[in-house]
T-cell receptor
Framework: AQRVTQPEKLLSVFKGAPVELKCNYS??????LFWYVQYSRQRLQLLLR??SRESIKGFTADLNKGETSFHLKKPFAQEEDSAMYYC????????????FGTGTRLTIIP | EPEVTQTPSHQVTQMGQEVILRCVPI?????FYWYRQILGQKVEFLVS????????KSEIFDDQFSVERPDGSNFTLKIRSTKLEDSAMYFC??????????FGDGTRLSIL
């Protein structure tokens, strides 16, 4: 069964320090991976999509098929990065449903 | 930028009552979804809808649930006889297919 694992429920990082939010998936085919962010009392927003390979708000994520990982990274954390981050997965069988990880609450310490 | 809108933002209902959650997807999107998030748990897929029919549903989406697109703009989730365990945040999403899903703000459903 396809599954997304985010091992850290909570992560606290000092402002200016590097951030890495971990995401691993289990799927034997070619997945499509996403990071969604949810700021306090706001909707889920798409942050990154692996196939677009772009950097949003300084965040990047690389799909590593060997390690089945899609970790989210930012070199210098900012206070406004405090939010809930969800890794999500979609297979390529034509259906569109997203499978989410349990999320990581990132807190940036000023 | 166009958004998915959901109403109401909070719904309180007595156990056993029917509830309808409403969503207006982005206008040129063709795929519609419902997800739910029980407090403290992850976001879970319920159902996807395309071309006026359900394209996929999860095991959570049993006979008490139904979805409908009653007109050209609304997409509704009906829960027929609510249970305490239906209390959750319900998110609607839409997409153009092959493109990322856009989510609404959610409806918080509280069953008493």
């Amino acid at each position: 069964a396809q599954r997304v694992t985010q091992p850290e429920k909570l992560l606290s990082v000092f402002k200016g320090a590097p951030v890495e939010l971990k995401c691993n998936y289990s799927y034997s085919g070619s997945p499509e991976l996403f990071w969604y962010v949810q700021y306090s009392r706001q909707r889920l927003q798409l942050l990154l999509r692996h196939i677009s390979r772009e950097s949003i708000k300084g965040f990047t994520a690389d799909l590593n098929k060997g390690e089945t990982s899609f970790h989210l990274k930012k070199p210098f954390a900012q206070e406004e990065d405090s939010a809930m981050y969800y890794c999500a997965f979609k297979n390529n069988f034509g259906n569109e449903k997203l499978t989410f990880g349990t999320g990581t609450r990132l807190t940036i310490i000023p | 930028e166009p958004e998915v809108t959901q109403t109401p933002s909070h719904q309180v209902t007595q156990m056993g009552q029917e509830v309808i959650l409403r969503c207006v997807p982005i206008s040129n999107h063709l795929y519609f979804y419902w997800y739910r998030q029980i407090l403290g748990q992850k976001v879970e897929f319920l159902v996807s809808f395309y071309n006026n029919e359900i394209s996929e549903k999860s095991e959570i989406f049993d006979d008490q649930f139904s979805v409908e697109r009653p007109d050209g703009s609304n997409f509704t989730l009906k829960i027929r006889s609510t249970k305490l365990e239906d209390s959750a945040m319900y998110f609607c999403a839409s997409s153009r297919g092959g493109q990322p899903q856009h989510f609404g703000d959610g409806t918080r459903l509280s069953i008493l």
